[in-house]
């Protein structure tokens, strides 16, 4: 059974705004998102709800970590390592973008925010901003953790620039990507398990990338940069693509809203019929 | 409630073409399999087992082809809220789980038989996976998700279209034992000769299940009006059949 896509947001209707990110400023987009984001980072460190959680989710899985592979060749380590990595990022990254959208849902916040005469891009861009902060804060935490419990991951100290441009990249990409998601479930009415079923598989390309470079800088190979730069485009392809589908996502795209035409032919005939 | 009174809701062509198409299947299939087996030489290196490229292969194109036509009708619905573009994504979302399956079948049949095993991890056995996987959670989102998630439904299948083109430099980027593409470019005639028919068939298969699929979607989308229509402008609510 399908509801009206209208009904999304309860029925709430937003004004379509075709052609307003034309006419706008970057700078304006920049700057709203600025605001938005800094809202919620405000807001964060009243509390600190969202970087303990995770910080201490990421120091758990960090033991479990330590605990499973302790005795690890060196040999295994290499391939190892980037798999720890990156699925504790793949998890803390779930658990993050999932709190940050349920805050606005338990205050029905996001709709707010989306009747604001803000750009949705901006929108976008501003909770990016925020998850990327967190995830990548853990991903600071891991790659010191895991070069201390593991001798071949002592790379990340040597080449610090290197590994902070690996993680910054493979975080973009998986934010860049969850954000998307994470807030349309938010605004589609709960169920957000669907979340990892939809996050894992999507993200999996941009991990990959992520893993097949993390190995890469541990083995020294001299390709590394190649693939940097493959999860660049990567992170580039996601940014676009996210960007542009988060207004339509979210609030659907520029169409007049109303039934549909065959409805409407509909309601004239059964109206018509009537005494 | 007459809404037979608009005369086929659902377009003419997904009545009589699905019909049409499986008739045409059930004539090309055992002419395909027939041409493959007793008219084509075998391959020498891989022997009889090589057969299994005549399906794997076509069936590998069409699941290619679902997942774009997919993405690209997702891409629509989003963009122009079109209905008729929201039945297609499904319809040829839900294909690309059952093409798929037959792809992610045979390919481990042939592998097992050419390169000894059945699953190399090899790139583009993973990422046909991961097509695959990303399929699935648009069919499940779209299955279990709450009202208002057919959009995110519909961003999920532009993403998983996405990916597409990322498969298939996956094996230009890694290099890796598959195949290459090239595979294709350099058979001989006469295979080439063996491969069309057994695509034709296939292709219409797919074809009429698409298009019955199409059908049912629309048909689902024309009720789904008829009672907004009937509930809006009808002589009185009647709650014990809407809430069925």
Same mark, same amino acid.
Not at chain 1, 126 to 133: C, E, I, N, Q
């Given at each position: 059974m399908s509801v009206p896509a209208d009904a999304a947001l309860g029925g709430l209707v937003l004004a379509p705004r075709r052609g307003r990110a034309h006419a706008t400023n970057?700078?304006? +987009?920049?700057?709203? $998102?600025?605001?938005? &984001?800094?809202?919620?980072?405000?807001q964060e460190l009243r509390d600190l709800e969202l970087v303990l959680t995770a910080a201490f989710f990421t120091l758990v899985v960090l033991v479990m970590f330590a605990l499973a592979f302790a005795a690890l060749p060196a040999a295994a380590q290499v391939l190892a390592v980037p798999g720890m990595l990156w699925l504790a990022v793949a998890f803390v990254g779930a658990l993050t973008l999932t709190r940050i959208f349920d805050r606005e849902r338990e $205050?029905?916040?996001?709709?707010a925010v989306l009747t604001w005469p803000v750009e949705r891009v901006a929108i976008y861009f501003?909770?990016? $901003? +925020?998850?990327?902060?967190v995830v990548v804060g853990c991903g600071a935490l891991l790659m010191p953790a895991l070069a201390l419990l593991?001798?071949?991951?002592? +790379?990340?100290? %040597?080449?610090?620039? %290197?590994?902070? &441009?690996?993680?910054v990249l493979g975080c973009v990409a998986y934010c860049a990507t969850g954000t998307l998601f994470a807030a349309g479930l938010a605004t589609a009415s709960g169920k957000n398990v669907l979340l990892s079923v939809i996050l894992y598989p999507l993200t999996s390309p941009a991990l990959i990338f992520a893993l097949v470079s993390t190995r890469a800088l541990l083995e020294g190979h001299p390709q590394f940069s190649t693939y940097l730069g493959q999860l660049a485009a990567?992170?580039?392809?996601?940014?676009?693509? &996210?960007?542009?589908?988060? %207004?339509? +996502?979210?609030?659907?795209?520029?169409?007049p809203h109303g039934p549909s035409p065959r409805a409407r032919r509909e309601r004239a005939r059964v109206q018509a019929e009537r005494p | 409630m007459t809404t037979s009174s608009t005369p086929?809701? /659902?377009?003419?062509? /997904?009545?009589?073409?699905?019909?049409? =198409? =499986? =008739?045409?299947?059930?004539?090309? =299939?055992?002419?395909s399999v027939q041409r493959i087996f007793l008219h084509t030489a075998i391959e020498k290196k891989m022997g /009889?087992?090589?057969k299994i490229f005549y399906f794997h292969v076509p069936l590998a194109w069409i699941m290619m082809a679902l997942a774009i036509t997919c993405g690209i009708a997702a891409a629509v619905q989003l963009r122009n809220r079109s209905r008729k573009a929201e039945a297609l994504s499904i319809a040829a979302g839900e294909l690309v789980l059952v093409t798929g399956l037959g792809v992610l079948l045979t390919g481990p049949i042939w592998g097992h038989a050419t390169w000894g095993r059945a699953w190399t991890w090899d790139a583009r056995q993973v990422s046909t996976g991961l097509l695959w996987l990303v399929f699935a959670a648009f069919v499940l989102l779209r299955r279990y998700g709450a009202a208002g998630s057919e959009r995110l439904a519909a961003a999920l299948a532009v993403f998983g279209a996405v990916?597409?083109?990322?498969?298939?430099?996956?094996?230009?980027?890694?290099? /890796?034992t598959h195949p290459t593409t090239d595979v294709v470019g350099t058979l001989p005639p006469q295979m080439w000769a063996a491969l069309w028919p057994a695509l034709g068939a296939l292709m219409a298969l797919t074809l009429a299940l698409l298009l019955v699929r199409l059908g049912q979607e629309r048909d689902a989308a024309a009720l789904d009006d008829a009672w907004i229509a009937f509930d809006e402008g009808g002589p009185e609510p009647r709650a014990e059949k809407g809430a069925g």
């Open positions: 970057r700078a304006v +987009v920049f700057r709203q $998102a600025w605001l938005l &984001a800094r809202n919620d980072l405000r $205050a029905d916040t996001l709709r501003g909770k990016l $901003a +925020v998850s990327l902060l593991f001798p071949t991951a002592g +790379v990340f100290f %040597e080449r610090p620039l %290197e590994a902070i &441009a690996l993680l990567v992170d580039l392809v996601v940014l676009v693509l &996210a960007s542009w589908l988060f %207004e339509p +996502v979210l609030v659907g795209s520029q169409r | 086929s809701a /659902t377009g003419g062509a /997904t009545r009589w073409l699905p019909p049409v =198409l =499986l =008739l045409g299947a059930a004539v090309a =299939l055992p002419y /009889t087992v090589q990916d597409v083109p990322i498969i298939y430099y996956a094996v230009k980027i890694w290099k /890796t």
